[in-house]
Every structure is written in structure tokens, then in C-alpha cells.
């Protein structure tokens, strides 16, 4: 993982967020040294509609940062067919190399801990 678009990047999210992000779903958690929160956004007319959802990671250790993940979802008519999915990520403090390594090195520990 070279940057905030590559696949790989976006694989690894959502590895972290399926084993990190508790089970009863908050919108709020800690989880290896990072607090993650969660907002969605969703709009439902009668030709289209969206959701958009939020992720924001703060570490508030030495040298702090905090990203932030989007994922975009719309649709054609109340839930039909998909018309665009994207998604997208942006440091919002910090250095963008100490968030790569916290990464790469949360990738450890979850590969250790299989």
C-alpha cells in the first residue's frame, strides 16, 4: 500500500473496521490505539437515492493524526439498481507516512493473530 486509493488500502479498511468495530455497532470505539467514528447519511427519493458513510480515525498518540474514509453508495428508485458506489480517503491531520505504518503494522498484528 503506496497511498490513500490504492486497492489495497480500501481491503485493509474494511478488514479492520469487520475485526475492531464491535459487534452492537456503536457509532463511537477504541481499538488498537485509534478512536474510530462512524456517521451515515442517507437519502431516499422517488428516482434516486444515497447513502453516504463516514469513518474518521484519531490517534491521538505522539505525532497524532486523523484520516478520513467515505464510501458512496446510490441507487436508481427506492433500493433498485446501483448507479455509482465510490469511495475515497483523506488525512485530515498528521503525517500521511505514520498513518501508513499504523496500518501496516495493524496488518501485523491481525495476520499474527490468525
Known amino acids: 500500500m503506496k497511498t490513500f486509493a490504492d486497492t489495497s488500502f480500501f481491503l485493509l479498511f474494511e478488514e479492520i473496521l469487520r475485526r475492531d468495530k464491535p459487534k452492537d455497532s456503536p457509532d463511537t470505539w ?3 490505539g485509534v478512536t474510530w467514528h462512524h456517521t ?10 444515497f447513502t453516504i458513510e463516514i469513518y474518521e480515525a484519531v490517534c491521538s498518540a505522539k505525532g497524532g493524526w486523523s484520516l478520513i474514509v467515505a464510501k458512496e453508495h446510490w441507487w436508481a428508485g427506492r433500493h433498485g439498481e446501483i448507479i455509482r458506489s465510490a ?15 499504523w496500518l501496516k503494522e495493524r496488518q501485523r498484528q491481525m495476520d499474527s493473530e490468525r
Open 40 to 49: 451515515r447519511h442517507t437519502f431516499e427519493g422517488q428516482s434516486y437515492g
Open 30 to 32: 477504541t481499538a488498537a
Open 87 to 101: 469511495h475515497w480517503a483523506k488525512p485530515l491531520r498528521g503525517k500521511r507516512t505514520t498513518i501508513i505504518a
